[in-house]
Each structure stands twice: as structure tokens, then as C-alpha cells.
């Protein structure tokens, strides 16, 4: 916010404006990490299925994302020989030669983030391809009529529904959030990249990463979760028992008594092929 005030940026001395520029950069790349910590949370839950390392570093992932994020970024604050303040591009200047301004800043900063895209990519494209495996076994199966012994034809229906939801639900869930960090940082280090960037990149890098806030709310609205820890802080905030998930009210409820793989019959069991679908808790 503040550096849209011109007349307040232009008076502050080189070390507010390093830190300022500090603050900004960390701040990136404490984004990205922060979207990496969940690539890597993929990797052990969906792909590996190791799922006891997963929990273990489950709740250091903030700590460890802002900590290196504002570690890897703090030689702004010396690396330089001047930061300057441009009003009329409303930027910060590096006085510096410039072939020596570009990699210092590739190698305290858009390398970071250049390595988090490509990461968040592949990992994006290998877990929409494991979760496609287990989809296309969730409508083999419910072509083929399944019985829960004691469960009504009718529940037997909404049960079955109910995990084919739960699996859309889970495959939206781990690739949006992959995807914020791309979008917004792509043309940002495209542009960063180039020795002179055209217009409309550089209209496009200064307004996309206006929007990640804007995306991870909307992504978290129309598919919202909480991992355990953090339903723990909430039920000790309200003081409020803890409330299931709305995507397993209706499993939970009609599917309480029927949990043992004997009671299934037919050619894949719901129970066998559902068990190995990790919950990926954001």
C-alpha cells in the first residue's frame, strides 16, 4: 500500500527502501515456498502414500516457507550498491551494473520462483494423472451395480454419489492451488527474464500477482478446508465442538456401520478402492 504514495516513498532514506524491496520480495517467494510445501505434502500423500513423514512435517510447513523465504531474499538489503526510489514508474531502481543486477536478482530471487513454478507444474500434472486412475476406477465400478449388505437400494445410490463427489472434490482441491502460483508469477519472471519486456507483458506482470489473494479465497469458497491443526486452534477460539467436513456428512451417516471390506460385494469393492484416495488437507 505504501508504495502507491509517491510523495511518501520519495522521502525515505536507501535502507527504508531496502526494506520495503526486502518485504516484497520475501514476501514472493514465501508464496511460492508456501505452494511448494503442499506439492511436496502431494508427493507423500498421493503418489508415495507415505503418509506418516507426511503428518510429521505437516506443521512446519509456515514456519520453514517464511523463514527461508525471507532468508533467501535479505542480500537486498546490502547486495546493491544504491536503491532508488522511480516515482514516475513507481518501482524501485538498482543502481548497478546491469548484467551484475540481473543474476544477483535471479539468484536471490526469480530463480526461487522460476524453480517453484516448474515444480508446482509437474506435480500438478502427476497427481491429475494418479487421481484420473482412481476416477476412471470409481465409474468402472459404479457401472456395475454394488451391494452393501443391510443398506437400501436407495442409500446404496446417494452412497455412491457421495464418493464420486468426494473424488471431484479431491482432484479440484490439489490442482488449484497448484495452479495459483503459476498464473500469477509466470509473466512476472518472463518478464524479469527479458532484457526489454513489450507492454502488454509488462501491463500483465505487474497486474496478476495483484491477484492471488482474489484466487486463493475464491479457490478456498468454493472448496474450503481445514487441516487438523488448524480445526484444533478454531474449536479452542469458539470453544465449539468440532464439526465434520460437509464432503463426509452424508458418507459418514450412511456408511457408519458398513466399514469392513466382507460386507461389499461386487467386482472392485467401494471399501478397497476408496481407502488408498488420500484426503489432501489444505
Not at 23 to 46: D, R, Y
Not at 221 to 236: E, G, H, M, S, W
Amino acid at each position: 500500500m505504501f508504495i502507491f504514495n509517491n510523495e511518501f516513498m520519495s522521502k525515505l532514506p536507501e535502507i527504508n527502501l531496502r526494506v520495503f524491496l526486502w518485504m516484497m520480495a520475501g514476501s514472493t517467494v514465501t508464496f511460492v515456498l508456501l505452494t511448494v510445501s503442499m506439492g511436496i505434502h502431494l508427493i507423500l500423500m498421493v503418489l508415495t502414500k507415505n503418509t506418516y513423514w507426511a503428518m510429521r512435517i505437516q506443521p512446519y510447513y509456515e514456519v520453514a516457507s517464511f523463514a527461508l523465504g525471507f532468508l533467501i531474499t535479505h542480500p537486498y538489503m546490502y547486495l546493491f550498491q544504491t536503491v532508488q526510489w522511480v516515482p514516475t514508474a513507481q518501482l524501485f531502481y538498482l543502481v548497478e551494473k546491469v548484467s551484475v543486477s540481473r543474476r544477483n536478482t535471479w539468484l536471490i530471487h526469480w530463480a526461487w520462483v522460476f524453480a517453484g513454478i516448474v515444480f508446482l507444474f509437474l506435480i500438478t500434472l502427476a497427481v491429475n494423472v494418479q487421481m484420473g486412475r482412481v476416477w476412471r476406477e470409481r465409474k468402472n465400478a459404479s457401472n456395475t451395480p454394488e451391494t452393501i449388505v443391510g443398506m437400501e437400494k436407495g442409500k446404496q445410490v446417494e452412497y455412491s454419489s457421495t464418493k464420486r463427489k468426494y473424488i471431484r472434490s479431491v482432484t479440484f482441491r490439489l490442482s488449484i492451488y497448484q495452479l495459483i502460483p503459476i498464473v500469477t508469477q509466470i509473466m512476472v519472471v518472463v518478464c524479469n527474464f527479458l532484457q526489454r519486456a513489450p507492454f502488454w507483458l509488462f501491463v500483465l506482470a505487474n497486474i496478476l500477482p495483484t491477484f492471488q489473494g482474489t484466487f486463493n479465497f475464491m479457490a478456498y469458497i468454493v472448496n474450503p478446508a481445514l487441516d487438523q491443526y488448524r480445526k484444533r486452534f478454531i474449536t479452542f477460539v469458539f470453544r465449539r465442538n468440532r464439526q465434520p467436513e460437509p464432503e463426509f456428512t452424508a458418507l459418514n451417516d450412511t456408511a457408519s456401520s458398513y466399514r469392513e471390506p466382507s460386507t461389499i460385494r461386487g467386482p472392485e469393492s467401494l471399501y478397497s478402492m476408496y481407502k488408498d484416495v488420500p484426503v489432501m488437507q489444505i
